[in-house]
């Protein structure tokens, strides 16, 4: 029996896919997971995955712990190879440079008379340290190491030079000044440096981190940026995003800033929505999926703001929890259902490019302080940026609030990939797609079927295959920082290069389980819909 026209629209719109639950005892769950193939809910950059490095040096503690090492952009060592596999993996890797000190920042250019001199530990200044300097030569060897990774980089300007700090109220007065800034970027266009974006500030907005900004002077300021930037680069062939605010979300605060400032590419901001690092509640806040969802409201406010501005919204910034994070959380399997479930988040808002704190600093880095080996988060990210495509499916799931589930046109393969994560310890959720003729014209639309018989698709159905990468704790320890992949562990190689992601391969009849405590990314190449064309 053929399709109708109702059915065949039937199948163009919507896919579906069954929770379905096996008598097996308890310790099972049931549920409907729909993704709308019709559209698209949002685009997000090829480059979505973005990882930041910050100015902190070893100096920088936090309840009595210093967790920075040599992780500043000062210091770092850029002849570490595991450090350069690791970015060359993802080719490229979106780096935003900046950070509390950015705004401290001075740079050693033909303009600045005073001594390069670095950061020093003040306990009287702002965050504990005096104003710190960039010299040219150390700015060249970062450039060099970035064009060898494949790096796209971000870069965050010092916003609060020239300005007086009224202590008392916390606000920064007066005009950004930006001869400093202005000799900086020539230097770097003169080198002729790829910078793919130049941000304007630090946390400034808002009720600002520190010291904060008016909207309107930010505005005025940002005018003068996007000039500035416009007249070094005339005759460039790229032409630089222009990125601003870059801190945290104030309805009122960006809704002037933003009607006030056209020109401007990117609207960023960050989060910590998980607390301070020293918070002994964080990993029930992570497993909570009514704290997860708390967020979803500067998601939706930013997005609603930016819609008709020009501009896109991006996550600047996000550690999770601020003040460096927290050892053996942060840098443990259990954030990546916290850091994997704000990926798929963001998307779903239209949010462009999602910047993890960090790439390597603090106990929130994707990679070791000290030995530059990937933690749990790296792959989790990797394996995003691999398999999730630019094109967001609204996705929705009728079952236990324990699972999360998003949707993208997979990545440069056909279909689709689904992220499913389970934060029940105790619940496997088994998942099967739609097998029957009914459930499948309603949900999958395969590129051979068309209009063949039905006994003809049933056949062809149980003949195919998705991938399935299953990630799990070792030793089931939610704070273990070795990462499974399908039960292995993830390890680099013998000459430290990163593993290869090597899916399971299942039928398409069979389900898919979702153990507890796990995340699982399904490739199925074979469900073609409309949005994915």
């Known amino acids: 029996m053929g399709c109708s026209g109702l059915q065949m629209r039937m199948c163009m719109w919507l896919c579906v896919i069954h929770f379905v639950c096996f008598v097996q005892g308890e310790g099972t769950s049931e549920g409907i997971v729909y993704v709308d193939g019709k559209s698209g809910i949002g685009v997000v950059d090829s480059d979505y995955v973005c990882a930041t ?17 040599k992780a500043s952009l000062l210091n770092l060592d850029l002849t570490n190879e595991i450090f350069l596999k690791a970015i060359q993996a993802f080719s490229p890797l979106k780096i935003r440079l900046g950070g509390s000190l950015q705004d401290k920042l001075i740079y050693e250019t033909e303009d600045q008379r005073q001594p390069c ?44 030079n020239g300005r007086s700090t009224n202590k008392s109220s916390g606000s920064a007065v007066g005009k950004w000044d930006s001869t400093n800034a202005e000799s900086f970027i020539r230097y770097t266009v003169k080198k002729t440096y790829m910078i793919h974006g ?48 870059g801190g945290f979300f104030d309805a009122n605060w960006f809704k002037e800033y933003i009607s006030k400032t056209p020109k401007l590419n990117v609207v960023t901001h960050h989060i910590y929505n998980l607390g301070a690092g020293v918070d002994q509640h964080l990993v ?19 997005q609603s703001i930016v819609k008709n501005s020009g501009a896109s919204a991006w996550v600047g910034e996000s550690g999770g929890a601020y003040n460096s994070g927290h050892d053996l959380v942060s840098n443990a399997f259990v954030y990546s259902f916290w850091y994997l479930d704000q990926l798929g988040m ?32 790296y792959y989790s990210a990797l394996l995003w940026h691999r398999l999730m495509g630019r094109k967001v499916l609204s996705t929705s799931f009728s079952g236990t609030k324990k699972l999360r ?53 049933d056949q062809m159905y149980n003949t195919q295959t998705r991938e399935e990468y299953h990630l799990t704790a070792k030793d089931g320890n939610l704070h273990s920082q070795t990462m499974l992949l399908n039960g292995n562990a993830l390890t680099l190689t013998s ?33 073609v819909l409309p949005a994915c064309k």
């Open 53 to 69: 490095l910050d100015w902190w040096p070893p100096e920088k503690c936090d309840y009595g712990t210093c967790s920075w090492g």
């Open 117 to 160: 001199t670095p950061f020093a530990f003040k306990a009287s200044e702002m965050f504990g340290f005096t104003n710190g300097c960039l010299p040219m030569h150390r700015w060249d060897e970062l450039n060099l190491f970035f064009e060898k990774s494949g790096a796209s980089i971000i870069f965050g300007l010092n916003a609060l």
């Open 198 to 245: 130049w941000e304007l500030g630090n946390e400034l907005c808002g009720t600002g981190v520190g010291v904060r900004v008016a909207a309107a002077q930010y505005s005025t300021d940002t005018i003068s940026f996007v000039n500035l930037v416009q007249d070094i680069y005339k005759g460039v062939e790229f032409q630089p995003l222009i990125i601003s605010p």
């Open 284 to 302: 029930e806040r992570i497993l909570d999926p009514g704290f997860l969802d708390g967020i979803a409201d500067t998601f939706k406010q930013l």
């Open 346 to 377: 963001a998307a779903t808002y239209d949010t462009k490019t999602y910047c993890r704190q960090t790439l390597i600093g603090g106990n929130y880095g994707l990679l070791n302080t000290k030995t530059f080996v990937p933690n749990p988060d």
């Open 405 to 457: 589930a998003y949707t993208h046109c997979a990545k440069q393969s056909n279909g689709i990939t689904m992220l499913l994560i389970n934060l029940d310890n105790s619940t496997t959720i088994l998942i099967t797609p739609a097998t029957s003729s009914e459930q499948r014209k309603r949900g999958f639309y395969y590129k051979r079927s068309k209009l063949m018989q039905v006994s003809r698709r």
């Open 495 to 527: 000459s430290g290069d990163i593993p290869i992601f090597i899916p399971a391969q299942i039928k398409s009849s069979e389900p898919v389980k979702v153990a507890p405590y796990s995340i699982v990314f399904v490739h199925l190449p074979d469900v």
